[in-house]
């Protein structure tokens, strides 16, 4: 069966009068912040897998809010506003919605590099160990569930507005700036802009199990449902892999995390809970052993 997936980008004003279903089609609802919507086009793009994959005819419609925040986008799901949000993961939000258990990124959110000042760059490329990282402090987003597991490992973290992390870098406010490795590809060319005194360095990474994950209302187990076959199916048919490797972001990360120049220091993430841990392996990036066929997005072989 010839499956159809359409995606709708639309403001909030416009919401009430577009998102109208055609015959025999179902409207997925999302909200997120307005001009946001590009930067995680990846993220977007694996819920769509999971709907062609799925059985049924969907159209995935985006609704665009100033200033939305992750706590208001929570809200509006427990108010059943919106059908379904993608988040970093955390216990508390693993335990008030459905998570589909599929790390979006295959866990490379969990693999930060760090943005410091220029004159602070030869220290850090000097760290071998978990010690020595916890000499620097480290800014992060005041509700970025990261703050809690490194305070928790003992680093000194400074939580602060995301908006304005990178002028307090740049402003020595504290050491290190985390970031998810591609991320911080993704990103160091328009901060370099405005602080052109904060730099990346990749030669240490912190890494700890952690990803975006896909959550849904507890009452809506039918979609929570239709996801995780959807996913499931696009694994099968290694339509997710191929997502995955063609993301220039991602495969840059890949790279970096696979170079015999970066030294990765990995901690456990305390806040996670049994259920997650205990997700199939195969759904998490393997750094270092696994090599791809992009033809067909899955592993040529294993290497140790």
Same mark, same amino acid.
């Given at each position: 069966?010839? #499956?159809?997936?359409?995606?709708? %980008?639309?403001?909030?004003?416009?919401?009430?009068?577009?998102?109208?279903?055609?015959?025999?089609?179902?409207?997925?609802?999302?909200?997120?912040?307005?001009?946001?919507?590009?930067?995680?086009?990846?993220?977007?793009? =694996?819920?769509?897998?999971?709907?062609?994959?799925? +059985?049924? $005819? &969907?159209? %995935?419609?985006?609704?665009?809010?100033? !200033?939305?925040?992750?706590?208001?986008?929570?809200?509006?799901?427990?108010?059943?506003? =919106?059908?379904?949000?993608?988040?970093?993961?955390?216990?508390?939000? /693993?335990?008030?919605?459905?998570?589909?258990?599929?790390?979006?990124?295959?866990?490379?959110?969990?693999?930060?590099? *760090?943005?410091?000042?220029?004159?602070?760059?030869?220290?850090?490329?000097?760290?071998?160990?978990?010690?020595?990282? #916890? #000499? *620097?402090?480290?800014?992060?987003?005041? $509700?970025?569930?990261?703050?809690?597991?490194?305070?928790?490992?003992?680093?000194?973290?400074?939580?602060?507005?995301?908006?304005?992390?990178?002028?307090?870098?740049?402003?020595?406010?504290?050491?290190? %700036?985390?970031?998810? =490795?591609?991320?911080?590809?993704? /990103?160091?060319?328009?901060?370099?802009?405005?602080?052109?005194?904060?730099?990346? !360095?990749?030669?240490?990474?912190?890494?700890?199990?952690?990803?975006? &994950?896909?959550? =849904?209302?507890?009452?809506?187990?039918?979609?929570?449902?239709?996801?995780? /076959?959807?996913?499931?199916?696009?694994?099968?048919?290694?339509? *997710?892999?191929?997502? &995955?490797?063609?993301?220039?972001?991602?495969?840059?990360?890949?790279?970096?995390?696979?170079?015999? $120049?970066?030294?990765?220091?990995?901690?456990?993430?305390?806040?996670?809970?049994?259920?997650?841990? /205990?997700? +199939?392996?195969?759904?998490?990036?393997?750094?270092?052993?696994?090599?791809?066929?992009? #033809?067909?997005?899955?592993?040529?072989?294993?290497?140790?």
């Amino acid at each position: 069966m010839q #499956k159809r997936l359409g995606i709708l %980008l639309i403001s909030a004003v416009m919401f009430l009068c577009a998102a109208q279903p055609t015959k025999g089609e179902e409207i997925v609802r999302m909200a997120f912040p307005a001009g946001a919507v590009d930067f995680f086009r990846y993220e977007f793009g =694996v819920i769509e897998l999971a709907l062609e994959h799925a +059985d049924g $005819d &969907f159209r %995935l419609v985006i609704e665009e809010f100033p !200033s939305m925040t992750q706590a208001r986008i929570s809200s509006m799901m427990l108010n059943e506003q =919106v059908d379904v949000m993608f988040t970093g993961y955390s216990i508390e939000r /693993e335990n008030t919605f459905l998570q589909v258990d599929f790390p979006m990124t295959r866990g490379l959110l969990g693999y930060r590099v *760090f943005l410091t000042q220029v004159e602070s760059l030869p220290a850090l490329k000097q760290v071998r160990s978990l010690e020595q990282l #916890k #000499k *620097f402090c480290i800014g992060t987003g005041s $509700d970025w569930p990261d703050a809690s597991i490194m305070e928790k490992s003992g680093f000194c973290v400074d939580r602060a507005p995301r908006d304005r992390l990178w002028a307090m870098l740049a402003n020595k406010r504290f050491d290190l %700036l985390s970031r998810a =490795v591609h991320e911080g590809f993704r /990103e160091i060319d328009t901060i370099q802009q405005q602080y052109p005194n904060v730099v990346l !360095s990749a030669s240490t990474v912190l890494a700890y199990p952690f990803d975006l &994950f896909i959550y =849904v209302n507890r009452n809506n187990e039918r979609l929570h449902r239709i996801l995780t /076959e959807g996913l499931s199916r696009a694994y099968s048919t290694g339509d *997710f892999m191929r997502h &995955f490797l063609s993301n220039p972001d991602l495969r840059q990360a890949l790279e970096t995390l696979q170079s015999a $120049d970066t030294h990765i220091i990995r901690i456990e993430n305390p806040d996670m809970s049994q259920k997650s841990r /205990e997700i +199939d392996p195969a759904l998490w990036e393997n750094i270092v052993q696994r090599r791809y066929d992009d #033809k067909f997005g899955k592993e040529l072989h294993d290497q140790m």
